[in-house]
């Protein structure tokens, strides 16, 4: 987590010793020029084995009441069993957005186009992590009328193909092109092609005690993370009893536990490692030493980079995710209840 704070601040530092308007073509952008793509439609899930991706609107971009650009709201689910980045992990290419007339333009052909897509670029998501993402094209002389057709999703497969513990695309191409005036009854292959839409895991609600047969884990509060100055929110708190269930000492971190991601309403999920306060935050509870059957109440913040919340997008689900490919291969370690030692904690019952 700490490497790709420092991989996106250079990159930041890097993209802002720039001026802000549009660029030459990087080496990325001629790469996806005439790629290979599978369509789809405004709304619809695509899936290539890796990336969940769905674009969801498209808007104005506008500038102190000038029109510069264009936004595309999209959301990003990683459908695989690892931590993931899409620009670092899958190498990424430019996104392209097409024109009704023909045109296009390129995520990387301007530097705030180029901080854009770093923002969904170097956003580590654990499995099954989802993320609204806004991707901003600026374009000069925009024709407001000429508005967009489609964007472009694209990696660099073959790069990712000689990558051996990564995961890889299971289609070809994993590419996307998705259409903003069509409806995914129009095509084909409409239905939401594949990827994990939930990890797999122990289920209970607020109040109740889950067992995985490591770890009994009960949530029994939810509350607004505030700054004691200001009194905004920075985020959210979540109350945990931990208990020790096996007959031996360990941590946390001797079981292979990954990562904790708070649900939101909309689906988008706040990892535990989002920050570097949460993150120290965790560390408290992973590397605390648990005696056989002993217990433990943990806070655990959760924070992203918005300033504001909206009070509508509230959590509805805490998910505890370990390394189940480690645990299994642990001779010597903590043995789990089968089939999965992921715990999910449902915030909204019992009412």
Not at 132 to 153: R, Y
Request: with cysteine.
């Amino acid at each position: 987590m700490h490497m790709t704070i420092v991989k996106r601040a250079v990159a930041f530092a890097l993209a802002a010793s720039m001026n802000s308007y549009p660029l030459p073509s990087s080496a990325a952008e001629s790469n996806t020029a005439n790629i290979a793509v599978r369509d789809g439609c405004l709304n619809q899930w695509m899936f290539d084995g890796v990336w969940r991706v769905r674009a969801t609107a498209f808007a104005r971009h506008v500038v102190g009441g000038q029109q510069t650009g264009w936004d595309v709201t999209e959301q990003w689910r990683n459908g695989t069993d690892q931590t993931l980045a899409p620009g670092t992990g899958t190498f990424a290419l430019s996104q392209q957005l097409e024109f009704q007339k023909g045109d296009k333009t390129g995520a990387l052909d301007s530097t705030t186009g180029t901080l854009s897509q770093q923002d969904v670029d170097y956003h580590d998501f654990p499995p099954s992590a989802q993320y609204t993402h806004v991707q901003v094209f600026l374009t000069t002389n925009v024709d407001p009328n000429d508005k967009p057709a489609a964007v472009i999703v694209a990696f660099d497969a073959a790069k990712l193909s000689q990558v051996a513990n990564r995961p890889h695309f299971s289609v070809s191409p994993p590419n996307y092109r998705i259409k903003f005036a069509c409806t995914p009854s129009e095509l084909a292959h409409a239905t939401a092609q594949g990827g994990s839409q939930e990890v797999a895991a122990h289920e209970g609600c607020l109040n109740t005690w889950i067992s995985d047969g490591m770890w009994r884990v009960q949530v029994v509060k939810l509350s607004p993370d505030l700054d004691t100055s200001s009194n905004q929110q920075l985020g959210w708190a979540v109350t945990e009893n931990w208990t020790n269930s096996t007959k031996r000492s360990m941590t946390p971190n001797d079981s292979f536990v990954l990562d904790q991601q708070l649900v939101l309403s909309n689906g988008d999920t706040i990892s535990s490692s989002n920050s570097t306060v949460t993150t120290l935050t965790a560390q408290k509870l992973d590397y605390r030493a648990f005696a056989p059957g002993s217990s433990y109440t943990h806070v655990q913040l959760f924070r992203n980079s918005q300033e504001t919340y909206d009070a509508a997008n509230k959590p509805v689900k805490l998910l505890l995710l370990f390394d189940v490919k480690a645990l299994a291969n642990a001779t010597n370690g903590p043995k789990y209840s089968p089939p999965t030692p992921n715990i999910r904690i449902k915030l909204e019952c019992p009412n």
